[in-house]
């Protein structure tokens, strides 16, 4: 009897046994197991981050789903196009021609001065004018390798192919005005003369005192300040952080009122009442349009402004800066800083205005006969 409560206390633990040992076998994982594991989630995340930080394809025109082609363009050689329209007198007939270079969020359509110069003085003046759209604008193909000299190089074969003669004058406004610096840095010898209306700067230029700079910088919007962070130093997150919607963007490009002026305010007013072309405007997609500039505008810059020489060193043509000193976009303080370093530039700041004032009544005559006749 004995011995049979031994076999089956044997048995038991025999039972026992083989239980544990199934346990502790069914815990034993293959060598290595976790660090694939991790491995794995690790790229499903970076999978997951490309896609949410890559930017759409543009909606290029004239290409099978996208936007038709209205306008005259030129091919530029490396085979993309830029849109132009045309105004004042006809090229044959001209004196003074002209290439107006829109600012942020506009077009060809509606540049500052082309549109508004008096008919008398485009008469008397002989004033022919070709404004554009910039590349990723309305019907301009994008350029996703965009950099300051190809922009002055676009301007220059624009030139060349619509046979404006060996000098030409540029008027830029805004962000248009901070990419004309590039022409007086790699085409000045094409250049009749250049006014610049309210150039947007970028607060990252090696020339600026650092306190100064710093002071300007921060009058901005906390949302500005970190998209204009963002498009300095991590250019390729761009387009993520002005679409996501945990944080605010560029409040330029959501057209906060705060950032106008009264002045800015009364000139926005007037002109709603025209035709609007903000769809057009972007309509082959913000990223090559609106995050391009500010990645090419605020990203580092192959040259400093302010180490500019003066293109007419025997006065045979002028560079003129306009900027209203209540201009809540553009530190009125940086201009200042850069006429400064820069003396030959003819400076005109006007008291009261915002970043609008080209578009007064009557401003773009002054502009015009500024840089023509030196009235």
């Not at 021609?97 to 008398?120: D, Q, T, Y």
């Not at 070709?130 to 300051?148: A, C, I, N, T, W």
């Not at 130093?233 to 387009?239: A, D, G, Q």
Request: aromatic share 12%.
């Amino acid at each position: 009897m004995a011995g049979g409560v031994n076999r089956k206390i044997s048995a038991a633990s025999a039972r026992a046994h083989t239980r544990r040992a199934k346990q502790n076998s069914s815990l034993k994982l293959p060598p290595g197991i976790f660090s694939k594991i991790l491995l794995v989630l690790l790229v499903g995340i970076l999978a997951w981050a490309y896609q949410v930080i890559r930017p759409p394809p543009p909606k290029v025109c004239g290409s099978p789903g996208g936007p038709p082609i209205t306008a005259p363009r030129i091919k530029l050689r490396d085979g993309r196009h830029l849109a132009y329209k045309e105004h004042g007198v006809s090229k044959n007939m001209a004196k003074f021609k002209i290439i107006v270079v829109h600012g942020f969020g506009s077009c060809r359509h509606n540049p500052a001065v082309a549109n508004h110069l008096s008919p008398e003085i485009v008469k008397e003046l002989g004033v022919y004018i070709v404004s554009f759209d910039r590349p990723g604008y309305g019907e301009s193909d994008p350029h996703p390798k965009q950099m300051l000299k190809s922009f002055a190089l676009d301007i220059e074969e624009l030139a060349d192919q619509l046979g404006l003669g060996s000098k030409f004058y540029v008027i830029a406004f805004s962000m248009g005005g901070e990419f004309t610096w590039s022409c007086l840095k790699y085409i000045p010898h094409r250049l009749a003369g250049v006014t610049l209306l309210a150039p947007v700067i970028n607060y990252w230029w090696l020339g600026f005192p650092a306190n100064l700079s710093n002071e300007a910088y921060h009058q901005q919007p906390t949302p500005d300040q970190w998209a204009l962070r963002v498009a300095h130093y991590t250019p390729w997150l761009t387009y993520w952080w002005n679409t996501q919607k945990w944080f605010s963007g560029s409040t330029v490009i959501a057209n906060n009122p705060d950032l106008f002026s009264q002045q800015d305010k009364e000139i926005l007013a007037k002109l709603s009442t025209g035709k609007s072309y903000v769809e057009h405007v972007i309509q082959q997609g913000e990223y090559e349009s609106f995050h391009r500039d500010m990645m090419v505008a605020f990203g580092f810059w192959e040259f400093n402004p302010m180490d500019l020489d003066n293109p007419f060193p025997n006065n045979e043509g002028s560079v003129h800066l306009w900027q209203g000193d209540e201009d809540r976009i553009v530190p009125v303080m940086l201009q200042r800083y850069i006429t400064q370093r820069l003396p030959w530039i003819h400076y005109h700041e006007l008291p009261g205005s915002g970043h609008l004032f080209p578009f007064i009544d009557g401003m773009s005559d002054k502009i015009i006969k500024a840089m023509l006749t030196g009235e």
